[in-house]
């Protein structure tokens, strides 16, 4: 009897898909933990946030903006029972003691709650490890008081800053990979908001110098924005000779978006990226203006050489 053939499976196009993709949570927690973090950096680190501005939820649910912080002394002095004073825009003043340790229990918050004499009409209690219900439980018999865990902080910092800002205080406070980590927003290290970029050019004594309004130009910031609504091309190529006012024209165009005078952009936070590059002649400039929407980093390559010039200056 003839040995019948073994028999072949049909694949089907169904038996080729692909599962879902792997699941990998990314980071969502400040690291705190971490062993070069300190007392000292935790203070510095929340101080820098609220001089950022951000706008926190009153005791009446309404959204209220920072306008001033500073740290309320320093180690040693007398700072009755607080580290850090914010001034609210609606009057108020907040006050907010700090407290890194390893662990955290009912004990402690019934203790800073006790030893706290400075007068706020609010209180915060900020703790980088995780509390317990026994401790918000403390903090929920005192209406001035709130607490702040890891969590919460974390929640708070990722969900009321604008995007520049966050990754700018996180690669100060937590080094060069958080960006990535909590943003993915990768090597923020060189870049820089409108503000911080432009403002040695306000200084007085420079020979070249932002002070004197813009005259002219209107076609170039014209073309910038068309350049920032056109979704098919990310990297603009802005080149010209050292004092011709690529710089100056560039701040007159970021101003549009603090003062809401560029029509149609609103939402958009510019950042910069400057670096010269060994192009034909020494003395250009290459400038990347950069926004925070979405860019596939992994082809900016090609972007770059598929690029425009639209003229030199």
């Known amino acids: 009897m003839p040995k019948k053939s073994p028999r072949t499976k049909k694949v089907t196009s169904?038996?080729?898909?692909?599962?879902?993709?792997?699941?990998?949570?990314?980071p969502r927690l400040l690291p705190f933990y971490a062993p070069a973090f300190s007392w000292d950096t935790f203070e510095n680190f929340f101080c820098d946030f609220l001089a950022a501005c951000p706008e926190l939820i009153g005791k009446d649910g309404i959204p209220q903006r920072i306008v001033s912080t500073s740290l309320y002394g320093m180690r040693g002095d007398n700072q009755y029972g607080i580290d850090i004073r914010a001034e609210i825009a609606n009057g108020e003043v907040w006050?907010?003691?700090?407290?890194?340790?390893?662990?955290?229990?009912?004990?402690?918050?019934?203790?800073?709650?006790?030893?706290?004499?400075?007068?706020?009409?609010?209180?915060?209690?900020?703790?980088?490890?995780?509390?317990?219900?026994?401790?918000?439980?403390?903090?929920?018999?005192h209406a001035d008081w709130q607490i702040w865990d890891s969590d919460d902080i974390s929640r708070e910092f990722l969900a009321r800053l604008p995007l520049e800002t966050a990754a700018r205080l996180l690669y100060t406070n937590f080094g060069p990979s958080w960006p990535k980590e909590l943003l993915n927003l990768p090597g923020l290290g060189p870049l820089y908001t409108s503000d911080a970029k432009f403002a040695p050019f306000l200084e007085e004594g420079r020979t070249f110098h932002h002070r004197i309004g813009l005259i002219g130009r209107k076609d170039w910031l014209k073309?910038?924005?068309?350049?920032?609504?056109?979704?098919?091309?990310?990297?603009?190529?802005?080149?010209?000779?050292?004092?011709?006012?690529?710089?100056?024209?560039?701040?007159?165009?970021?101003?549009?978006?603090?003062?809401?005078?560029?029509?149609?952009?609103?939402?958009?936070?510019?950042?910069?990226?400057?670096?010269?590059?060994?192009?034909?002649?020494?003395?250009?400039?290459?400038?990347?203006?950069?926004?925070?929407?979405?860019?596939?980093?992994?082809?900016?390559?090609?972007?770059?050489?598929?690029?425009f010039r639209r003229g030199n200056m």
């Not at 706020?120 to 026994?134: G, I, M, N, P, Y």
């Open 14 to 26: 169904s038996a080729l898909k692909t599962g879902p993709p792997p699941v990998a949570p990314k």
């Open 223 to 307: 073309t910038l924005d068309d350049f920032i609504v056109n979704e098919q091309e990310r990297v603009l190529i802005f080149s010209g000779r050292g004092g011709v006012g690529k710089s100056r024209i560039l701040r007159e165009w970021s101003q549009g978006f603090s003062d809401g005078t560029t029509d149609g952009l609103s939402g958009l936070y510019p950042i910069h990226l400057q670096t010269s590059v060994p192009l034909s002649t020494p003395a250009l400039v290459l400038w990347f203006w950069c926004l925070m929407m979405p860019i596939d980093w992994t082809t900016c390559a090609a972007h770059y050489s598929a690029s």
């Open 95 to 141: 006050a907010f003691q700090c407290k890194h340790y390893k662990s955290w229990g009912p004990a402690d918050t019934r203790d800073v709650i006790a030893k706290c004499e400075y007068t706020a009409d609010r209180k915060f209690l900020l703790v980088t490890r995780t509390v317990s219900s026994e401790s918000r439980d403390e903090v929920a018999k």
